[in-house]
């Protein structure tokens, strides 16, 4: 899976890997001591792709990163048994692994490039998240009450446009490098067709449904509208107003997760 941070990509990685044929593994070309921490959704147990090279250099001569990624890749499919395997990337993962998409390209690896289309909503869910110092939440766990978070004004735009604009320019990249992907939208497998949809990436990844709903373990960071989760709210809706991103002000939730318990 290919994604932004806070597209609800967790809840989706975590989501399909219930699927009795996948093995879904989280961020294993990130960094940011996740291997120490551990994670709170997908599948576990698999090192990360920097802790392998560590393993590696150990008392022999180091290969070069690239020849190192494709026998990680291996690795990591000859151990399982499922149908298909994969893991969550983000593009900053990507572009800080030159030589990875190209390796996947010619695994013919599909790809499910999720996408969420309110960048407002994954601008605000990220503020949330990093004030109450907790990116995921699984069921059960308690958090703090919310307190709602300032944005700046000056600048939301240009941080919405980046993020669209780091969209298409991975779609661009995806398409030139002749990847097998599908897009899906957060919205959609969160909305009233969410189930439908979902079956739509099973059946892209070549998997039938399976007899019991999929399920996840997290659970949402903020439940909360739009308007309640941003403290200057009124200030944020004079800078979009009038610009392409004014029709994101309505939307209903600021979870990077899922937006019920049915998700």
Known sequence: MLTLARTGSSWLVDLLDSHPHVVAYGELFGLDGREENGEKY????????????????????????LVARIAYLNELTRIHAAKTVGFKLTYKEASLNPGLLPALTLR???????????????????EVARSRRTFHVRDGEQLPPLAP????????????????????????RI????????????????????????????????????????????TRVSDVPTSSAIENFDEVCDALAGTRFEWMLGSRSVSGERPDSTS
């Open 175 to 218: 398409l030139s490098l002749r990847l097998p992907y599908i897009e899906a939208f957060y919205e959609e497998l969160t909305g009233p067709r969410g189930e439908e949809k979902i079956a739509g990436i099973l059946e892209y990844l070549g998997l039938e449904p399976p007899p019991d709903e999929l399920t996840s373990r997290l």
């Open 42 to 65: 997908g599948r576990q147990g698999f090192p990360y792709f920097e802790t392998y090279l560590r393993e590696r250099r150990r008392g022999r001569r180091t290969p070069p990163r």
């Open 108 to 126: 013919r690896a599909p790809v499910v490039h999720l996408i969420r289309s309110n960048a407002l909503d994954a601008v605000v869910s990220w």
């Open 149 to 172: 978070v300032r944005l700046d004004a000056r600048s939301l735009a240009q941080q919405l446009d980046w993020r669209e604009f780091a969209v298409t320019r991975m779609r661009a």
